[in-house]
């Protein structure tokens, strides 16, 4: 009956409008409906000319009505969109059998967690935290801890280097970061350790001075599972009076042992960098085969953890502290070879890898 199908596009019409929410989709429904060749509401009128000749006037009514009742809906609906009330009103009609949109909690990354693990331990023992830039001078990077230009120590570190002509600028706002560079001659580079912060907080704090500096590093590296170009270090720095290796131990041995636990031991044997002097590398017995020998340690039952020495005098000069008076020990080790030896991570390309599988197990 043709009287049934008014009601029913006017309930149509009517649900439609409840779920339109921008002037667009109001424009489709206007066409849907009142289109002169195709609209649905268009084309009801048209059938009526079909029904018998008595029934004609009382359908038409209805008709009319329907149309004017639609006419004013749409004209309602587009002021309230026009105004931003529609919205609200939609509200309304909240549809409880929808499901729902699942909140994500967020969280910190791994390192993130790792590096304020090591902060406590020591902020513990009253080491101040103290950050440095990651674009950094040259001289701060290398020749403030006693690399020249010409020393083979920088083929060692390979890093990314500015264009001379961005200089000036990027140096101008890290300036106003509060990073005051003493030496502005020379080139800029992605840090390739943590130790560019040894000369910079002699210079703020002089001595004696107990930090460390924690952050991102940079080389130009080949990545495997074991180096990245981006990774992050922890930087200690010890001066004070009479400071001694047996200090350097201590220290690290507690750091170590609060974060990975008891059972881990530590071993130094003699290593090179220009900025130490004695130089050692510093091993942590293999956590995946406990003394046994396995891949990871190269069946040796130690893994090369850290680089660390007592601070050369040159560089203490250069920090302007009096190296016959003071004394210190420096090291530096990489936060995600820390954080693999505690959980048995074989990759160190899972922490950059946006990898939520592996995120979220920590
Ligand atoms: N900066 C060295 C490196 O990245 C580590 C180190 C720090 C060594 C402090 C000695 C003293 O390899």
């Known amino acids: 009956m043709l009287q049934e199908k ?64 639609a006419v004013e809906m749409f004209e309602r609906i587009k002021k309230n969109l026009e105004t931003g009330k529609q919205s609200q009103d939609n509200s309304r009609i909240f549809d409880p059998t929808i499901p729902g949109k699942k909140e994500e909690a967020g969280r910190l990354h791994i390192l993130t967690q790792m590096r304020r693990e090591v902060e406590d331990v020591c902020v513990g023992m009253g080491f101040m935290i103290v950050d440095g830039p990651e674009l950094e001078s040259e001289w701060y990077n290398f020749e403030a801890v006693n690399v020249p230009a010409w020393h083979p120590a ?31 001659d020379t080139n800029l580079v992605l840090r390739t350790h943590t130790s560019n912060v040894q000369v910079r907080a002699m210079e703020k704090y002089g001595v004696p001075l107990r930090c460390i500096a924690p952050g991102r590093t940079y080389r130009n590296e080949a990545t495997d599972a074991r180096h990245e170009h981006t990774f992050h270090q922890v930087e200690g720095l010890m001066v004070d009076k009479n400071i001694s290796i047996a200090n350097f131990k201590a220290v690290f041995d507690a750091i170590v042992k609060a974060i990975l636990g ?23 017995s293999c956590a995946l085969c406990q003394g046994q020998g396995c891949r990871v340690c190269k069946h040796t039952s130690w893994v090369e953890f850290c680089g660390a020495g007592m601070v050369h005098p040159n560089v203490l000069k250069t920090g302007g502290v009096d190296p016959k008076k003071y004394s210190g020990f420096a090291f530096g080790f990489g936060l995600e070879r820390l954080t693999m030896m505690r959980y048995g991570i074989n990759d160190i390309r899972l922490f950059h890898s946006g990898d939520l599988r592996f995120l979220r197990q920590f």
């Open 6 to 69: 008014f009601k029913k596009i006017k309930q149509e019409i009517i649900d439609e409008l409840q779920r339109t929410k921008t002037l667009e989709q109001l424009d489709d429904l206007q066409k849907k409906y009142f289109s002169r060749t195709a609209g649905e509401l268009t084309k009801l009128v048209k059938e009526i000319k079909n029904v018998a000749e008595a029934e004609r006037p009382k359908i038409g009514k209805i008709a009319n009505e329907v149309k004017k009742e």
């Open 262 to 284: 008891a059972d881990f031991k530590t071993r130094i044997r003699p290593g090179y960098f220009p900025f130490v002097e004695p130089g050692f590398e510093v091993d942590l």
């Open 154 to 184: 920088r083929d060692m570190q390979d890093t990314f280097y500015i264009k001379k002509s961005r200089n000036q600028e990027i140096k101008k706002s890290t300036d106003q970061d509060n990073h005051k560079l003493t030496n502005l």
